[in-house]
């Protein structure tokens, strides 16, 4: 196990997160040099590949080959071209396998079972690199890179916040949420709190953008729980919320195997946030629910 210490400076910085940020990186590469990785199945058959795919990858590792053979540069520069040339083909092709292979199983197989198989989705396990391939652009173009599908898709699920188009209720809540609440400070938390919050999550919860996940936690060693509860303290003092905990992996499930694939409208997003703050945020919820109770 790597050693950790959070320095005294990090303790009293007002930047929250570069206390988070050192503590994060020291579980994820602790559980890198620890921990065995999984690693690929041999053997099993993409669903879009193809006898075509393979003959175009043949011609394609062929003229790299007689590329690297060529005696001259006159000959080389004129075989680096054919090679790029059938490069771009085969990268071609491949792309819209996958995409057409991505489509047919959302408006086919998905419908026969729509429960089962977002889940895999949703860990990875089928799918493309993200599930949303198959959206519609403005003026009716199909999204040609996973770039434009996410911006498309994010700006539909996400609207901008415009303050201009605010009611007068709107502005109310704005200058509400915006406004600091002076209260007396809290009591510090407690190792029994943080284990009590992090006892409450299954193991299984999935990781959000900093790769760490419920499991890791469960089995972190008690020096690693110390620091974590003298940043959660740190936080709590200073009535912050780092905002390495407020930023999620977004992930894009088709709500019903009869929706339109290539409607942004037609996909759930599921945010993916780091356990971290998901721990701290349940600490919170253990203060607040029975005050809320005895309250009424």
Not at 55 to 76: F, G, H, K, V
Not at 253 to 275: E, N
């Amino acid at each position: 196990m790597i050693d950790y210490q959070l320095e005294e400076q990090q303790r009293e910085d007002d930047d929250v997160g570069k206390a988070v940020a050192g503590l994060e990186q020291a579980l994820v590469t602790a559980a890198a040099n620890t921990l065995p990785l999984k690693g690929h199945k041999k053997g099993r058959q993409v669903p879009w590949w193809s006898q075509d795919l393979a003959r175009l990858r043949r011609e394609m590792r062929a003229a790299r080959r007689r590329m690297q053979a060529a005696d001259s540069p006159e000959d080389r520069r004129a075989m680096n071209r054919t090679y790029v040339r059938q490069r771009k083909q085969f990268k071609s092709a491949v792309r819209a396998a996958k995409r057409a292979s991505w489509r047919e199983f959302v408006e086919s197989e998905l419908t026969q079972d729509p429960w089962a198989m977002p889940y895999r989705v949703l860990r990875a396990k089928v799918g493309p690199d993200a599930t949303i391939g198959a959206l519609r652009l403005d003026g009716g173009r199909r999204a040609s890179t996973w770039e434009e599908a996410g911006v498309r898709y994010l700006s539909t699920v996400f609207p901008s916040d415009d303050e201009t188009l605010d009611s007068e209720e709107d502005s109310g809540m704005r200058r509400l949420v915006e406004t600091a609440l002076t209260t007396d400070p809290d009591v510090p938390w407690t190792m029994d709190e943080l284990k009590r919050a992090v006892k409450s999550f299954s193991r299984f919860k999935a990781p959000g953008p900093d790769g760490i996940d419920m499991a890791m936690m469960k089995e972190a060693p008690e020096v690693f729980w110390e620091e974590l509860l003298a940043i959660y303290n740190h936080a709590l003092s200073k009535g912050v919320f780092p905002e390495r905990w407020k930023l999620a992996s977004i992930k894009a499930l088709l709500k019903s195997g009869d929706r339109d694939p290539s409607d942004p409208g037609s996909y759930r997003p599921i945010s993916l946030l780091s356990v971290l703050g998901k721990i701290l945020e349940r600490m919170i919820l253990n203060r607040i629910e029975p005050r809320l109770v005895d309250a009424g």
